[in-house]
């Protein structure tokens, strides 16, 4: 019987439990530099087995969010270098998350203040779909994502080399290896929604095979200049995230995708379900389709609990659960899941922006018990 709490090899990586942290943004990073508080952020959090940093961009024009850490610069990756080794002296493992918002960006975040950029030009516009950005007055918060621009044809070998870049700088900063951004409505997802993706060239056309090539592209680059074995990618196929409507190709579109991947042998394919225990997003049904394509390591994310990880496991539908929002509050998560002991409950307005406050403050378990437990 698999168990949560015993060691996984990941491609030749020893994982000390099969519990991930997910990647959160959290918007700590004033300069858009990881420092020494994001290094102690991520040393408290070291004990899952493995951690994925929050969403990291490769690129000014990738960013959608005030305040996070980059990837693309030398001072970056020296910043991300003290939080690699702050996880590594704890004995974890850490791969980057890297991304591209596409569209969920906001003219005050890119360069010279241009226009976002998208698989075409349709903004995001359900209530949920705002970048943390700059208002009028200079003030960081939400605001509506502006309309985006389509990526001209000859623009995208650039941005697949910027995922490349990213991935090269994520190793020089001492990360174990990257996880593609390709979920939650940002730029590879637009690519493959064909509500959003009206191109008529190679990389729309409304086939399957057309509107996967921009992200197999840059999964092929990243690998070309990193390594398989140091290569992941998210998904979250059936999420509406920031106005992204479903479509009569989804499950057609990932298994695609789960075959094509199947075949470049990467490190890991990460789900994330963006429904809730009680309505999931994704089907076991879908899942079970899904592991049958692909049949390399298997993360899933998404209203995870200790019962249905272990569930899941012995099913043999995932190989390692991701836990997000519980790894906030509850910086020694994986303790408390190992012993049953009660969750802190974390303070939602704490989230984003702001310092230590919400971010590394929250004690473990046996630095005070009574702290914010739910």
């Given at each position: 019987?698999?168990?949560?709490?015993?060691?996984?090899?990941?491609?030749?990586?020893?994982?000390?439990?099969?519990?991930?942290?997910?990647?959160?943004?959290?918007?700590?990073?004033?300069?858009?530099?990881?420092?020494?508080?994001?290094?102690?952020?991520?040393?408290?959090?070291?004990?899952?087995?493995?951690?994925?940093?929050?969403?990291?961009?490769?690129?000014?024009?990738?960013?959608?969010?005030?305040?996070?850490?980059?990837?693309?610069?030398?001072?970056?990756?020296?910043?991300?270098?003290?939080?690699?080794?702050?996880?590594?002296?704890?004995?974890?493992?850490?791969?980057?998350?890297?991304?591209?918002?596409?569209?969920?960006?906001?003219?005050?975040?890119?360069?010279?203040?241009?226009?976002?950029?998208?698989?075409?030009?349709?903004?995001?516009?359900?209530?949920?779909?705002?970048?943390?950005?700059?208002?009028?007055?200079?003030?960081?918060?939400?605001?509506?994502?502006?309309?985006?621009?389509?990526?001209?044809?000859?623009?995208?070998?650039?941005?697949?080399?910027?995922?490349?870049?990213?991935?090269?700088?994520?190793?020089?900063?001492?990360?174990?290896?990257?996880?593609?951004?390709?979920?939650?409505?940002?730029?590879?997802?637009?690519?493959?929604?064909?509500?959003?993706?009206?191109?008529?060239?190679?990389?729309?056309?409304?086939?399957?095979?057309?509107?996967?090539?921009?992200?197999?592209?840059?999964?092929?680059?990243?690998?070309?200049?990193?390594?398989?074995?140091?290569?992941?990618?998210?998904?979250?196929?059936?999420?509406?995230?920031?106005?992204?409507?479903?479509?009569?190709?989804?499950?057609?579109?990932?298994?695609?995708?789960?075959?094509?991947?199947?075949?470049?042998?990467?490190?890991?394919?990460?789900?994330?379900?963006?429904g809730n225990a009680a309505a999931p997003a994704m089907s076991e049904a879908f899942l079970r389709k899904f592991r049958r394509a692909y049949t390399g390591t298997l993360i899933?994310?998404?209203?995870?609990?200790?019962?249905?990880?272990?569930?899941?496991?012995?099913?043999?539908?995932?190989?390692?659960?991701?836990?997000?929002?519980?790894?906030?509050?509850?910086?020694?998560?994986?303790?408390?899941?190992?012993?049953?002991?009660?969750?802190?409950?974390?303070?939602?307005?704490?989230?984003?922006?702001?310092?230590?406050?919400?971010?590394?403050?929250?004690?473990?378990?046996?630095?005070?018990?009574?702290?914010?437990?739910?």
């Amino acid at each position: 019987m698999k168990s949560l709490f015993e060691a996984y090899d990941l491609r030749g990586r020893r994982l000390g439990n099969r519990i991930v942290m997910a990647p959160m943004t959290r918007a700590r990073a004033r300069d858009g530099v990881a420092d020494l508080q994001t290094a102690l952020y991520y040393r408290q959090r070291a004990g899952a087995g493995l951690v994925v940093s929050e969403g990291t961009p490769i690129s000014q024009e990738g960013t959608g969010f005030a305040f996070i850490p980059g990837i693309w610069s030398k001072a970056q990756v020296s910043g991300w270098d003290g939080v690699t080794r702050a996880v590594h002296a704890q004995g974890g493992t850490i791969f980057a998350q890297i991304w591209h918002v596409g569209r969920m960006s906001h003219t005050s975040l890119q360069p010279g203040g241009g226009q976002p950029v998208s698989a075409g030009a349709i903004p995001a516009r359900d209530d949920k779909s705002m970048a943390f950005a700059f208002g009028e007055d200079g003030t960081a918060g939400f605001v509506e994502a502006s309309v985006p621009r389509p990526l001209r044809a000859e623009e995208i070998a650039r941005v697949v080399d910027d995922f490349a870049n990213a991935a090269a700088n994520a190793v020089e900063a001492g990360f174990d290896g990257v996880e593609i951004h390709g979920a939650n409505g940002y730029l590879l997802e637009q690519f493959l929604n064909p509500h959003v993706n009206d191109r008529t060239d190679r990389y729309g056309a409304g086939n399957v095979e057309d509107r996967t090539r921009f992200v197999l592209e840059i999964v092929d680059a990243v690998v070309a200049r990193i390594g398989a074995d140091r290569v992941g990618i998210r998904f979250s196929p059936f999420g509406k995230l920031f106005d992204m409507p479903h479509y009569p190709q989804i499950e057609e579109t990932y298994l695609h995708l789960a075959a094509a991947l199947q075949a470049r042998g990467l490190a890991y394919v990460h789900l994330m379900d963006q429904g809730n225990a009680a309505a999931p997003a994704m089907s076991e049904a879908f899942l079970r389709k899904f592991r049958r394509a692909y049949t390399g390591t298997l993360i899933l994310a998404g209203s995870m609990d200790k019962g249905r990880a272990e569930r899941l496991l012995g099913d043999d539908l995932i190989d390692l659960a991701g836990f997000g929002q519980p790894f906030i509050a509850n910086p020694d998560l994986v303790e408390r899941l190992r012993r049953d002991l009660p969750l802190a409950k974390p303070v939602r307005e704490t989230y984003y922006g702001g310092g230590a406050e919400g971010y590394t403050d929250y004690p473990a378990y046996e630095d005070g018990p009574e702290a914010r437990v739910a």
